[in-house]
T-cell receptor
Framework: DAKTTQPNSMESNEEEPVHLPCNHS???????IHWYRQLPSQGPEYVIH???SNVNNRMASLAIAEDRKSSTLILHRATLRDAAVYYC????????????FGKGTKLSVKP | NAGVTQTPKFRILKIGQSMTLQCAQD?????MYWYRQDPGMGLKLIYY???????DKGEVPNGYNVSRSTTEDFPLRLELAAPSQTSVYFC??????????????FGSGTRLTVV
C-alpha cells in the first residue's frame, strides 16, 4: 500500500485559511487521495477526495499536484470547530478495500 | 439518513466476558469494516466484509469474530475479553471499497474498557 507523509501538527488562527500538506511520492495511477478528519472523541469524518483534478466541496478544497506526488487540503476560513486530526489516505486497488490510517496532522486553531 | 449506527456507545467488561458490538448502515453499502483505535494511535483494521456472507481478516483479528448475514448489519463479537482489547471501536462502510471512488462513512464509535 502506498504511504503518505504529513506534518505531525500545525497551528492556525481562526478565520484564516489553512493549508494542510501531504506527500505521497509512491502513489499509483489508480490511487484516490482521501482526506478525513477526527474531532476529539468522535469517529473519522469524510472531508474530500480526488483522483487527478482539484476538488471543491462545502467543507474544503483539495489541490492535487500535477505529478500527483503531493496534495494539499485547504480550509478556506478555519473555525474553532475545525480543530482535529486530519488524515491523508490513498486508496485504490487494495484487496481489502480498507483505509490505512497514519498518525495524521493535528490542527490547532487559535481564537 | 442515519448513516452508520453503532451500539452501545460505552461498555465495561470483566476479563473473560463476551459481547457483541453492533453496527448497522442504511446506505446500501457493500463494503463494511471494523477498526480499533488505541489512545494516541491511528485506526487498525480488525475485519472487513465485501458483501453479505463474505468476511475476511484485517491487520489485528485475534480475539474477534464477525458475521455478515445482511447488507445492513456487521456485528463484531469479542470472545473472552482481555485488557488488551480496551480500545475505541469504529465501524465504517463504503460503496466502492478499495477502488476509492467514493468516501467512507464512519460510526461514532464504541468505547470499550476491559477490567
Amino acid at each position: 500500500d502506498a504511504k503518505t507523509t504529513q506534518p505531525n501538527s500545525m497551528e492556525s488562527n481562526e478565520e484564516e485559511p489553512v493549508h494542510l500538506p501531504c506527500n505521497h511520492s509512491t502513489i499509483s495511477g489508480t490511487d484516490y487521495i482521501h482526506w478525513y478528519r477526527q474531532l476529539p472523541s468522535q469517529g473519522p469524518e469524510y472531508v474530500i477526495h480526488g483522483l487527478t483534478s482539484n476538488v471543491n466541496n462545502r467543507m474544503a478544497s483539495l489541490a492535487i499536484a500535477e505529478d500527483r506526488k503531493s496534495s494539499t487540503l485547504i480550509l478556506h476560513r478555519a473555525t474553532l470547530r475545525d480543530a482535529a486530526v486530519y488524515y491523508c489516505i490513498l486508496t485504490g486497488g487494495g484487496s481489502q478495500g480498507n483505509l490505512i490510517f497514519g498518525k495524521g496532522t493535528k490542527l490547532s486553531v487559535k481564537p | 439518513n442515519a448513516g452508520v449506527t453503532q451500539t452501545p456507545k460505552f461498555r465495561i467488561l470483566k476479563i473473560g466476558q463476551s459481547m457483541t458490538l453492533q453496527c448497522a448502515q442504511d446506505m446500501n453499502h457493500n463494503y463494511m469494516y471494523w477498526y480499533r483505535q488505541d489512545p494516541g494511535m491511528g485506526l487498525k483494521l480488525i475485519y472487513y466484509s465485501v458483501g453479505a456472507g463474505i468476511t475476511d481478516k484485517g491487520e489485528v483479528p485475534n480475539g474477534y469474530n464477525v458475521s455478515r448475514s445482511t447488507t445492513e448489519d456487521f456485528p463484531l463479537r469479542l470472545e473472552l475479553a482481555a485488557p488488551s482489547q480496551t480500545s475505541v471501536y469504529f465501524c465504517a462502510s463504503s460503496y466502492s471499497g478499495g477502488r476509492g471512488a467514493y468516501g467512507y462513512t464512519f460510526g461514532s464509535g464504541t468505547r470499550l474498557t476491559v477490567v
